[in-house]
């Protein structure tokens, strides 16, 4: 298996721009995360899907973001307009209920700089 | 908030086991004690679980106390691969639970 895949590796853009964050989860698993991670705050769930529906949000920090997960094999994150305050990186993790328990497998992550 | 207690940071040297202490005094009977570990500008990456019996596996062995109150993460022999910072997490089964990742314990495996 190719393992959870995220794209860009790498954004920088300056503030007011919409970013778009790209995960694919491995094939076959059910659930996906969204996870944002920091200095100062450290890594915190934003949002997880299981079966390609939003199950809870509450970590989304504010309306600026937004996550969808139009299929199985795809998932976007979203930030319009971003802030300075949204640098940090980014990273996707899946799991599958299939297995004994649950192991979520991460992504590489995506650093994103905002100007 | 975090429902475990971990050291900031650890030193071991390489070759020498690293045992790695957690708190979980609140700990309820159906939540299971995870152990992950994040290298530098990695994901995090999945170690071992248990309930509470101890647990081996190809990475690290899994001490969990008899009051389950307390665990030990065991690196039998460290390595300087082995520097991360190693993440505690106690999570209920079923799937896709929130996993609260606390600061964890920075590792250095020292030459």
């Known amino acids: 298996d190719a393992g959870v895949i995220q794209s860009p590796r790498h954004e920088v853009t300056e503030m007011g721009q919409e970013v778009t964050l790209r995960c694919k989860p491995i094939s076959g698993h059910d659930y996906l995360f969204w996870y944002r991670q920091t200095m100062m705050r450290g890594l915190e769930l934003l949002i997880y899907?299981?079966?390609?529906?939003?199950?809870?949000d509450s970590g989304m920090p504010e309306d600026r973001f937004s996550a969808k997960m139009p299929n199985a094999s795809f998932s976007t994150l979203k930030i319009q307009p971003s802030e300075p305050r949204d640098s940090a990186v980014y990273f996707c993790a899946s799991s599958s209920s299939a297995k004994e328990f649950d192991t979520q497998y991460f992504g590489p992550g995506t650093r994103l700089t905002v100007l | 908030d975090a429902k475990t207690t971990q050291p900031p940071s650890m030193d071991c040297a390489e070759g020498r086991a690293a045992n790695l202490p957690c708190n979980h005094s609140t700990i309820s009977g159906n939540e299971y004690v995870y152990w992950y570990r994040q290298i530098h500008s990695q994901g995090p990456q999945y170690i071992i679980h248990?309930?509470?019996n101890n647990e081996t596996n190809e990475m690290a062995s899994l001490i969990i106390t008899e009051d389950r109150k307390s665990s030990t993460l065991i690196l039998p022999h460290a390595t300087l691969r082995d520097t991360a910072v190693y993440y505690c997490?106690?999570?209920?089964?079923?799937?896709?639970?929130?996993?609260?990742f606390g600061p964890g314990t920075r590792l250095s495996v020292l030459p």
């Open positions: 248990g309930l509470k």
């Open positions: 997490i106690v999570s209920q089964i079923p799937y896709g639970q929130n996993f609260v």
């Open positions: 899907f299981n079966n390609n529906v939003p199950i809870d």
